[in-house]
């Protein structure tokens, strides 16, 4: 019995995607859960398990193909039953086969197209050696313009533009298009003046159009008004960034709050005994303090870990913490999820982020590594730069983007002066949601635990 692998569930606010790579082909034995595709989706490109052995019947993608989920990808039959006569295995190639022949039918009609181009030639064109020649011969030479007049007053008769031989001659010498001149003699005629005049357009307005493809420099596809341009088609993940965030700009309310946490001494101990303690193989770094801190202060605060049913008008208090963490890659930004954070240690939390960030920069995840985030962290510190306005990622109500730390003379409390090493922080929220008090209260947790090491450390 013949059974179809179809488009599965693709993950949150994600319901179409690319296919990037097709791993398999018609005739082809698969076990169950062999990757059979690679499709590109608005959070990553993944490949696609099929769930079931078989043997594939059909192939209903190609790769490129925009495809939706539950569209058909494969259709398979049991080992068995899938056994077919060699002809009937062979015909898909046999049906490609006769595509030249098709194609080739299709082609015939050019070479008329050709002789009706060379039809609708300028008479004048083959003449202007015989009238040379013949150049004592005034009648001759009247008789042929009149000629050529007649030709040029029959647009009926002939596609080219009216213009006389010498007014021709001129446009092929300054590489002048006729048909681009509108003339100003009788019935329309081209005038040698028409000619120096679309010269002198050309040479002193803006360009108005593309220059051929084959004198554009390598790696550019057209000229506009102002100078060369580049096209490239936009990936499946950068048009559902670009849908996403659109779509969280222009639904939720975004307020963000901007403040400092003093890291000093988390630092001094980040680089002290605490790295020989965790051990070599891990690579403690300070997102997983930061990771922590969130996941503790969302424990304190569930409202900043809350999402909104908007159908029924509902708070949907999430009990667990996952943190989605945002991956720059080659691809755009990633978010893959590490769950139950809250329970972790910090130790754990490195080893798994660094999985994770490893995972979504070879693009090696499943869907369901970016799937159930309730907050997000965004690393701009790794890039350069303090504070931004950061996007929520729908569902979600807030995100925490974490600025370059740097040095700063801070007022203590006795009204001295110290130098001190300042974390910035950007939390936006959605106010739908989240009042501003909430959220201050929420930052101020989160900054209190990276003030104060030893309640991290201690934290279950």
């Known amino acids: 019995m013949a059974t179809d692998f179809k488009v599965p569930d693709l993950g949150e606010n994600v319901d179409e995607g690319d296919i990037v790579k097709v791993m398999v082909k018609v005739g082809d034995e ?5 990757s059979v595709m690679e499709i590109e989706t608005g959070k990553a490109v993944v490949e696609l398990p099929c769930p079931f052995a078989g043997r594939i019947t059909k192939v209903h993608v190609q790769e490129g193909a925009k495809v939706k989920v539950g569209d058909r990808l494969l259709t398979l039959e049991g080992v068995d039953g899938a056994a077919r006569s060699k002809a009937e295995q062979d015909r898909p190639t046999s049906a490609k086969a006769k595509a030249p022949k098709e194609k080739v039918k299709k082609e015939k009609p050019q070479p008329v197209e ?8 300028d008479p004048g064109e083959a003449r202007p050696q015989r009238v040379a020649d013949k150049a004592d011969n005034k009648p001759a030479l009247k008789n042929e313009a009149a000629r050529t007049d007649e030709d040029g007053a029959a647009p009926t008769a002939s596609k080219t533009p009216p213009a006389g031989p010498a007014t021709r001659r001129l446009a092929r010498e300054l590489g002048v298009d006729l048909a681009a001149v509108a003339g100003s003699g009788p019935r329309g005629r081209i005038t040698e003046d028409d000619i120096k005049a679309a010269v002198r357009e050309t040479t002193t307005a803006p360009a108005k159009r593309a220059l051929p493809a084959a004198r554009l420099p390598d790696g550019v596809d057209e000229k506009d008004s102002w100078g060369l341009v580049r096209r490239q088609k936009m990936t499946g993940i950068r048009r559902a960034i670009a849908a996403n965030m659109a779509r969280s700009s222009s639904t939720i309310p975004h307020v963000t ?24 193989e891990i690579k403690l770094t300070m997102m997983a303090f930061v990771m922590k801190a ?9 409202m900043v870990n809350a999402s909104i049913d908007v159908e029924n008008e509902e708070i949907l ?14 691809r755009g930004l990633v978010v893959p999820v590490v769950r139950d954070v809250d329970r972790m240690s910090i130790p754990a939390i490195a080893k798994a982020l660094a999985d994770v960030t490893e995972k979504a920069r070879q693009a090696r995840f499943t869907l369901d590594d970016l799937k159930g985030g309730t907050f997000t962290v965004s690393n701009l510190g790794a890039i350069g730069g303090a504070y931004s306005t950061p996007l929520i990622n729908p569902p979600e109500v807030a995100v925490l983007l974490v600025g370059r730390s740097r040095k700063l003379p801070v007022v203590t409390d006795d009204d001295k002066t110290e130098v001190r090493l300042m974390m910035p922080l950007s939390l936006s929220y959605d106010h739908r949601l989240v009042d501003g008090a909430t959220a201050a209260r929420f930052l101020n947790e989160v900054i209190n635990y990276l003030k104060v090491p030893g309640r991290l450390l201690l934290a279950p």
């Open 30 to 34: 698969v076990a169950a859960d062999q």
């Open 257 to 280: 709050n901007f403040d400092d946490a003093d890291i000093t001494e988390l630092e001094r101990i980040r680089k002290g005994g605490l790295a020989d303690y965790v051990g070599s």
């Open 114 to 121: 050709q002789e009706a181009a060379e039809e609708t030639a």
């Open 317 to 330: 208090y999430k009990q667990y913490v996952n943190l989605g963490v945002a991956v720059d890659t080659e």
């Open 294 to 302: 969130c996941a503790q202060a969302l424990r304190l605060h569930p």
